[in-house]
């Protein structure tokens, strides 16, 4: 099981979508296959291209990625 502590934190715009895979850019140049996190799943939080979203990312893998909050 992981810890949440093993995760790295950044905030990105969600560039792209496809069948529940988002592209988010993080930085200038950098972005991250994303998919959503199982609460907001569970709620049905819908997420838009232009939204601003909270993406946790492993540090084995920075190229994947969950999205865990959208910014109002």
Do not use: H, W
């Amino acid at each position: 099981m992981t810890d949440s502590k093993d995760k790295m934190v950044f905030e990105g715009v969600v560039e792209a979508s496809s069948k529940g895979l988002f592209k988010v850019k993080v930085n200038d140049n950098y972005n991250v296959d994303c998919k959503l996190s199982g609460k907001i799943r569970q709620k049905s939080i819908k997420i838009l291209l232009g939204d601003t979203v909270k993406v946790e990312v492993s540090p084995y893998d920075t190229g994947k990625g969950i999205i865990v909050f959208r910014m109002k």
